[in-house]
Each structure stands twice: as structure tokens, then as C-alpha cells.
């Protein structure tokens, strides 16, 4: 059984190229937006906007600038999560979401339904529909590359190596050692993800950090779809007990209005005289 393999995100040294966007798409033949014809955003160098089911890779641009010379840029290319706990594989009805022999979580294009739970379920906002084939799509960690022995695209084109592709184990060593550094260094740094005691089990793509999570877009705080089953359930149960005592009143009002009706056995007048 292969080990987990995954992606490990050093922010610190993307440099916002886009060549690992340009290499997920063209690896995986995704079609372009609006037939190639975009409007830019004006939100910073962000034209790809979020990740959806076209575009499986998004380099994000957060600027932090308090005058013209006085601010950074943070840089994040953003992915699928590949979570050890998976949202999307847990509601999928047609099991067209699965998870593969190196713990990572693949969409099955000729068995979706395009039902859309998917894509709902995602703490990240990383599914959508391909509009060409209409199902689910999202990034595969180039299962067919992995299958064959090839490192993703989206890594192998990344020139300062921010994305690192290897087995998980190694990866959360090599981002300890990371992080140990920045800091030495007087750099804030975390990470997210990484943990195996975390939300969802941990992620099989996580990142180094240089400031919040939700600064970067992600969730402070991922959670699966069946944290409300408990709370659905104790609405269900007292929804069928309060269901419950009605059905019991309504029937002892029909049976109080049986008794007291004529030739119903009500008490009549007393005894006749003699």
C-alpha cells in the first residue's frame, strides 16, 4: 500500500507566477473561461478569482500596504485539501467521490450526477460544476501521473519550489523545520493543517502561514457536514414528541366529544316516580 502523498505550501517563497495554474490547466485539459475572452478583476493580480471546476489551481494576491512604501505582499496558490476527513466523499450519494491508494480524494467525472452536495459540503469552497461536462470537478493531485510514478504538474512547474510534493510524513518534518527557521528569524509563522489532531484529521495539502488563516481565505476552523447531526436529531426527537402529545389530546378530545354525544351512554334523568 503506497504511503500518503500530498502537498506541502510554503508561502513565503511564491512569487506569484502562475505557472502552477497554467500547468494544472493545461496537464488536465480544463477549458478556458467565457472562451478565453476574461475581464479583469481589479482586484489586485487576482483574475482567476477562487477555485472552481475549471480552475483546479488559484494563486491568491492579498496586498498589505499602509502607504505606498510601507506594506507586503502575501502570495498563496491554493488547492484542494485532499482532507483525511473528507466532507465531500461523506454526503456524495452516487460514491463518485473516493478516496485513492494515496489518501487522496478523486471526483469520478462518469459516475457524478452533478447533485451539487459536494459541493456544499466543502469547507473550503473548492468544488464546482465544469460547465463543459457538467459534474463536480476539482483538483485529483494528478492521480494519473501518481499512478504512473510522476510528480503533479502544478509542483514540478513551480520555479521556488513554494509547492513541495512527497509523502505527508516527510513533508509535516520538512514544514516543522520551516517554521523553526522563520522564527528564528523573527518571522511569524504557522502552520495550517498539518496537524493530524486537527479539523478534519488534518489536510494532505496544507500551508505555511505568515498571518491568519482567514487572511488567506481559509476557514479558521473547517468542520464536516455531521457536526449538526446531533443537533438535527434532538430537533427531530422533540419534534416528534411535541408531534406526539398533540396526536394524543386531538384523540382524547374526539373521544371525550364521542361520549357526550347523543345515544353516546351520557348519564340521563334520574329514575321515573311511583
Known amino acids: 500500500m503506497p504511503e500518503a502523498m500530498g502537498f506541502f505550501t510554503d508561502t513565503t517563497v511564491c512569487i506569484g507566477c502562475k505557472a502552477c495554474e497554467v500547468a494544472c490547466k493545461e496537464w488536465n485539459q ?3 473561461e467565457n472562451g478565453g475572452v476574461g475581464t479583469l478583476s481589479g482586484d489586485s493580480y487576482d483574475n482567476t478569482r477562487r477555485l472552481d471546476g475549471i480552475h483546479w489551481r488559484h494563486v491568491r494576491f492579498i496586498e498589505q500596504f499602509k502607504g505606498p512604501y510601507d ?17 465531500c466523499l461523506e454526503v456524495c450519494p452516487t460514491g463518485a467521490i473516493i478516496r485513492t491508494e494515496f489518501d487522496t480524494v478523486v471526483i469520478q467525472s462518469d459516475v457524478c450526477n452533478g447533485c451539487r452536495a459536494c459541493i456544499a459540503a466543502c469547507p473550503f469552497g473548492v468544488i464546482d460544476i465544469n460547465p463543459v461536462s457538467g459534474t463536480a470537478q476539482k483538483c485529483t493531485l494528478c492521480y494519473d501521473r501518481l499512478k504512473v510514478g510522476l510528480e503533479p504538474a502544478c509542483s514540478k512547474a513551480c520555479p521556488t519550489d513554494s509547492i513541495q510534493f512527497g509523502p505527508i510524513t516527510e513533508l509535516r518534518q520538512r514544514a516543522q523545520k520551516r517554521v523553526e527557521q522563520l522564527r528564528a528569524q523573527g518571522t511569524k509563522a504557522d502552520l495550517y493543517g498539518a496537524d493530524p489532531k486537527g479539523p478534519l484529521g488534518g489536510l494532505n495539502s496544507f500551508y505555511l502561514l505568515v498571518d491568519k488563516p482567514e487572511v ?9 457536514p455531521t457536526r449538526n447531526l446531533s443537533k438535527s436529531a434532538g430537533f427531530s426527537v422533540a419534534s416528534a414528541a411535541v408531534l406526539g ?8 378530545k374526539h373521544w371525550m366529544d364521542d361520549m357526550g354525544g347523543p345515544g353516546g351512554g351520557g348519564g340521563g334523568g334520574g329514575g321515573g316516580q311511583n
Open 245 to 252: 402529545v398533540l396526536a394524543l389530546v386531538g384523540l382524547r
Open 71 to 87: 506594506g507586503r505582499w502575501l502570495m498563496m496558490s491554493d488547492v484542494c485539501k485532499h482532507c483525511v476527513q473528507a466532507g
Open 216 to 224: 488567506y481565505g481559509l476557514p479558521a476552523k473547517p468542520q464536516l
Open 30 to 32: 480544463l477549458p478556458a
